[in-house]
């Protein structure tokens, strides 16, 4: 069974830095792509930055510059390295890994159980 675990969130304050790990239970080249989402309270989850096999990354513009997605296959661990954070990064960050299962059909998703982030003073 697919396994996703998240660590490394906590509190910090604005202007610091932290690193979420993502580890999978078994290659992290098993998915297409991982990715890190959050969810803000009362709102849906929203794409944060993704990772693909081949290497290519994306970010949403609000954290462009400021955060790093990266993959350690040794590990079979996906990173988020956090840095400048700011109160409006407070949220709940989710890891997933999707899996496609061919054309036409709906791709195969896998959630980790989320972990807090919290930039405060």
């Known amino acids: 069974q697919v396994q996703l675990v998240e660590s490394g969130g906590g509190l910090v304050q604005p202007g610091g830095s932290l690193r979420l790990s993502c580890t999978t239970s078994?290659?992290?080249?098993?998915?297409?792509?991982m990715a890190w989402y959050r969810q803000f309270p009362g709102k849906g989850r929203e794409l944060v930055a993704s990772?693909?096999?081949?290497?290519?990354?994306i970010y949403v513009a609000s954290v462009k510059g400021r955060f790093t997605i990266s993959g350690d296959t040794y590990n079979n661990t996906v990173y988020l390295q956090m840095n400048t954070l700011n109160p409006e990064d407070t949220a709940v960050y989710y890891c997933?890994?999707?899996?496609?299962?061919?054309?036409?059909?709906?791709?195969?998703?896998?959630w980790g159980q989320g972990t807090q982030v919290t930039v405060s003073s």
């Open positions: 990772i693909t096999r081949g290497g290519s990354k």
């Open positions: 078994g290659s992290i080249f098993m998915f297409d792509a």
């Open positions: 997933n890994g999707r899996r496609s299962r061919g054309p036409g059909l709906i791709d195969d998703n896998y």
